[in-house]
């Protein structure tokens, strides 16, 4: 599988993707802390949701693919001691080595099943005792091995970029297994074989030193990558996947941008506040990226090729994105001018934009302020919805597609009290050069 990526906007051709299912079934209310959710969703219309969004990316010519049915390929064609060395690794981080033999023996489908919608004790009758088994039962914890609900986030535990796949490292343990599932299955999978990047088991190291999320990751153009240092994605892990992966792997890349930004979960990564939308346009908190009213906007660093990381002194993001795109990019602020509606729908996923092409993005319809700033720079809004025939869907979304700006918009009700929005939710593997996209 040939990876391409050097833009946020050019031609969606390829994309991972995870349908929400039992794992999300699986989870109570009494996990919601521990798995880092907010709310429990309705699984029948969490995965509608999830259809939505994929049937635009489908109609818009890509190739979706599912990480469910690419892990059991991958499980089936891996080297046993590959896929021994997953499952070790898996029932380690989970804090039960001992299960690693009865999971051994499963198929392909049931292993990959198990990994990601949990595995529980009851399962494992043939388990040797242990003290954590029987802790367990005493606290009625179903699970040897936890659900993985985030895991439709695709977009986290792995990052295309450029021609290769950046592995990341999760910062909390909830996440912990998804990197590991997510590689596994793109190097296994005979359709898959993709190339990896930054891939090594540095799990003995610091936290500071090994958080990394796809989130915070934006390719900018073929030369320039920016990344938010946030509450998931370190300096120190900015620095080292510059210095150790990104710049020997791409001779064409000159600059990586490292935004400075608040240590909180409403922004918890770079792209719940800024994402591309067309050539000179960018979808972003505006009090953020710009500063106004008093306050200024995040700190920016630079990392060049064999150099010191240095700070840019008052540069704005919005500066960093003229200065690298051209004078004339704009920000389109998430929610309007009213610094209310901008509170409110950064916070429902306003500003997390996945583009199928130059100017035709997905977001959730309850964005009405964005969608209505959006029309103010020609974006035609085509509303979505599941009581709608396919084949009234699918001419909508043609219509838009011909339209020179369309932002495609459905409910979202369910995935958005997820936090995550169309950008969190998809992995684009392959995406057009913008220089074969039509202006």
Not at 77 to 82: E, K, M, R
Not at 230 to 248: G, N, V
Not at 259 to 272: E, F, G, K
Not at 375 to 402: D, K
Request: aromatic fraction near 4%; glycine fraction near 8%.
């Amino acid at each position: 599988m040939d990876i391409a990526i050097d833009s946020e906007i050019g031609p969606l051709r390829r994309v991972l993707v995870h349908r929400p299912g039992d794992e999300i079934v699986r989870m109570t209310q009494h996990d919601l802390e521990r798995m880092l959710f907010d709310d429990i969703l309705a699984p029948d219309e969490t995965a509608r949701e999830h259809e939505l969004m994929t049937e635009v990316m489908h109609e818009a010519g890509a190739e979706v693919m599912l990480l469910a049915p690419l892990l059991q390929e991958a499980l089936a064609a891996a080297p046993a001691p590959d896929r021994r060395a997953l499952v070790e690794r898996l029932c380690h981080q989970a804090g039960a080595p001992a299960v690693v033999p009865c999971l051994l023996e499963w198929s392909a489908e049931r292993l990959a099943r198990g990994l990601i919608h949990g595995v529980y004790w009851d399962e494992l009758d043939g388990a040797p005792a242990s003290l954590a088994r029987i802790r367990a039962k005493t606290l009625e914890q179903r699970f040897a091995l936890s659900p993985v609900p985030n895991l439709m986030f695709m977009r986290d535990p792995c990052m295309a970029v450029y021609d290769r796949v950046v592995v990341g490292r999760m910062a909390t343990s909830a996440r912990g297994r998804e990197p590991w599932l997510v590689s596994f299955a793109l190097r296994h999978a005979p359709r898959a074989g993709a190339p990896l990047l930054f891939d090594t088991d540095d799990a003995p190291s610091s936290g500071l030193h090994r958080s990394l999320e796809g989130g915070d990751l934006l390719v900018l153009s073929p030369h320039v990558v920016m990344i938010g240092c946030s509450l998931r994605t370190t300096a120190q892990t900015i620095q080292r996947l510059a210095e150790q992966a990104l710049f020997p792997a791409h001779p064409q890349l000159r600059r990586v941008y490292a935004v400075m930004m608040p240590q909180a979960r409403s922004v918890m990564h770079l792209d719940t506040v800024l994402t591309h939308v067309d050539r000179d346009l960018f979808l972003g908190h505006q009090p953020l990226l710009t500063g106004g009213a008093g306050r200024p906007g995040l700190p920016v660093a630079r990392v060049v090729r064999d150099g010191p990381p240095q700070l840019m002194p008052g540069a704005t993001v919005l500066d960093v994105l003229r200065e690298e795109l051209g004078t004339t990019t704009q920000l389109i602020p998430c929610g309007g001018h009213d610094p209310l509606h901008q509170e409110r729908e950064q916070w429902t996923d306003g500003a997390n934009a996945i583009a199928v092409s130059p100017g035709h993005v997905i977001l959730y319809a309850r964005n009405t302020h964005t969608i209505r700033t959006l029309a103010g720079h020609g974006f035609t809004e085509v509303r979505l919805s599941v009581v709608q025939g396919e084949a009234e869907r699918r001419e909508r979304i043609a219509a838009g597609l011909r339209h020179p700006r369309a932002v495609f918009s459905f409910s979202g009700s369910e995935l958005s009290r997820a936090r995550g929005g169309g950008r969190c939710l998809t992995m684009p593997l392959a995406r057009a050069p913008l220089s074969e996209a039509s202006s």
